[in-house]
């Protein structure tokens, strides 16, 4: 048995009808739906489940005043029970341009691409890693960018079981990156037990034989996390089970430098923002050095993302940053590198 959040659940709303609008001939209207769908509280009141709520809205653009309907979503057994929390129904729109989400979910369409990471040695770039990074596909077959899904998913509340949905298909298709580290993203603010949340992602690790030392979860931060002791619970329970974990974006937002301290992460990226152009501009430089620094009093690797020039990439190199990941090295691919051609700006494909 999963909590109410992590399983799929069919969504209803409570519909209010004022005195301006009659509700006769909506009788007839609703015989077209199974006597499941629907169910009369009085007669100004009824409960509907989503397709036959988004059916409604429709109809009633069409023979009545949208002014006059107000709805909230609620479950069938307690129609009544979010009555002040009622909204105009045109206010739902965002919901119904935001339900493909759901099917997105549901039937797992999902693609993952992979990023590689970098070291540099000896005057050579090795991969020595790789993120994974998931893509929706819709009904053609054409990418759907992660920004997209998510803000779908947060209309939909459905944050958490997108974020799982992603995270596990990244762990089915970890096997291509063979016995390098597999950066994996979460987002801490769509976890609420960890023992409970985590516990299927884990057990796929283990049923695929993966190891855990090779595997980085990378904290996604897309709102602030206001209880850091609760993240801190989420990254010590992912280092318990012998994995690492890496604070993303630092620098920027929510993971500024105070969190770094205070988080120990195992690997620190630098924000693509202090990334790009660092080269040439010394307010960057200096941010740069301040998060290398943080990173190597914790014993932290500290990771450079947004890697976009050579320029760039040398002064990181003699900065002293341990790892490295952006586009000079390659885009996103469907299939992991295995070797990089820096002078030609390319990768070659395993």
Not at 14 to 34: D, G, H, K
Not at 45 to 53: G, H, K
Not at 56 to 62: I, Q, R, T
Not at 285 to 310: F, Y
Request: hydrophobic content about 35%; proline content about 4%; charged content about 30%.
């Amino acid at each position: 048995m999963g909590c109410e959040v992590c399983l799929p659940r069919a969504r209803g709303y409570t519909v209010y009808f004022s005195e301006n609008e009659s509700t006769e001939l909506l009788e007839s209207y609703f015989q077209e739906f199974p006597d499941s769908a629907y169910k009369w509280v009085n007669e100004r009141i009824i409960w509907l489940e989503e397709v036959a709520f988004f059916d409604l809205m429709d109809y009633a653009a069409v023979h009545m005043d949208v002014n006059h309907l107000f709805a909230v979503e609620s479950p069938k057994s307690d129609p009544i029970k979010k009555l002040n929390e009622m909204r105009p129904v045109r206010t739902f729109r965002a919901e119904r341009e935001a339900s493909w989400i759901d099917d997105l979910i549901d039937k797992n369409s999902l693609k993952t691409f992979y990023q590689p990471i970098v070291s540099y040695s000896d005057g050579k770039t090795s991969i020595i890693g790789h993120e994974l990074l998931s893509r929706g596909v819709d009904e053609e077959g054409k990418i759907i960018p992660p920004y997209k899904m998510f803000e779908a998913a947060r209309i939909r509340n459905r944050t958490f079981s997108l974020d799982r949905a992603c995270r596990m298909q990244c762990v089915r298709n970890a096997g291509a990156v063979k016995d390098k580290l597999i950066f994996i993203n979460f987002i801490p603010t769509a976890i609420y037990v960890p023992e409970h949340c985590l516990s299927t992602t884990f057990k796929l690790i283990q049923e695929l034989g993966i190891k855990p030392e090779q595997v980085v979860f990378e904290v996604v931060e897309t709102d602030e996390v206001e209880d850091l002791e609760h993240l801190k619970k989420i990254l010590n329970y992912y280092r318990s089970q012998g994995f690492k974990y890496a604070l993303d974006d630092v620098g920027t937002g929510y993971n500024n430098l105070e969190k770094l301290s205070r988080m120990q992460p195992d690997i620190v990226k630098l924000a693509i923002e202090y990334t790009n152009g660092v080269s040439k501009d010394p307010s960057k430089q200096e941010a740069a050095r301040k998060v290398l620094e943080m990173s190597h009093n914790m014993h932290a690797l500290a990771l450079a993302e947004g890697v976009e020039t050579e320029e760039d990439y040398q002064f990181l190199i003699e900065l002293g940053y341990d790892l490295f990941q952006g586009y000079y090295f390659s885009k996103p691919q469907e299939t992991p590198a295995e070797d990089l051609d820096i002078t030609e700006g390319a990768y070659i494909k395993g």
